[in-house]
């Protein structure tokens, strides 16, 4: 069975430019999640999408943003890009029945000069 | 808020020995209890535990979780250099505004020496 694949493996960005980082979930999941893991901080929240919506957000601005598409492979945006957004992006799959047993993918290396 | 406290933050050891890395925890909806290590990137699933005093356990790793105490334990038993990884404790929520999101602890560093 695959697992959850993420893509690119590293970004790098400029300081107010957008990044998009892209996630696809393993075969028969619904729910994507997205966490940010920042050097020296643990894994934090971001936004969780089942079936299209967006069903539950951590406490980030709204610049932080994305969408999940029809075959549940799902986009984060960043926009107007801080030198702070520099950090592991990973995302997460799982089925809705058990939204907490999560699967995780090997993450997008985000750096923001 | 919900919060997750991994103890001890680091962990030297040699091959062979036991470990115990410890998690409490404080949620208000607590609906399970889950393991992850972490070696490079990706967080690899280890247990999720719903359940409190029975055992899960795969090969040399064994979890267990107490909900009245509000703790969980992660043995390893003969450890090996291929055990080297940060260990990841997280608990999911049930609903309210944690509804989905894993909360997770800092981690706890483990480093095996041959």
């Known amino acids: 069975e695959a697992g959850v694949t993420q893509s690119p493996t590293h970004l790098i960005k400029t300081r107010g430019q957008q990044a998009t980082l892209r996630c696809s979930p393993i075969?028969?999941?619904?729910?994507v999640y997205w966490y940010q893991q920042a050097l020296g901080l643990g894994l934090q929240f971001l936004l969780w999408?089942?079936?299209?919506?967006?069903?539950n957000r951590g406490n980030f601005p709204p610049r932080f943003s994305g969408r999940q598409f029809p075959n549940y492979s799902s986009e984060l945006n960043v926009n107007a890009l801080e030198l702070e957004d520099s950090a592991l992006y990973l995302c997460?799959?799982?089925?809705?029945?058990?939204?907490?047993?999560?699967?995780f993918g090997p993450g997008t290396r985000l750096t923001v000069l | 808020e919900d919060k997750v406290v991994q103890s001890p933050l680091s962990l030297v050891v040699h091959e062979g020995d036991t470990v115990t890395l410890n998690c409490s925890y404080e949620?208000?909806?607590?609906?399970?209890l889950l393991w992850y290590k972490q070696e490079k990137k990706a967080p690899t699933f280890l247990f999720m535990l719903?359940?409190?005093?029975i055992e899960k356990k795969s090969g040399r790793l064994s979890s267990i979780l107490d909900k009245k105490e509000l703790f969980s334990i992660l043995n390893i038993t003969a450890t090996q250099t291929g055990d080297s990884a940060i260990y990841l404790c997280?608990?999911?929520?049930?609903?309210?505004?944690?509804?989905?999101?894993?909360?997770f602890g800092q981690g706890t560093i483990l480093t095996v020496h041959p």
């Open positions: 719903t359940s409190s005093g």
């Open positions: 949620v208000t909806n607590f609906r399970s």
């Open positions: 075969s028969g999941h619904t729910s």
């Open positions: 997460a799959s799982s089925s809705y029945s058990s939204y907490n047993e999560q699967f």
């Open positions: 997280a608990v999911g929520n049930a609903g309210g505004t944690s509804y989905g999101k894993l909360t």
């Open positions: 999408y089942d079936e299209g919506e967006e069903r």
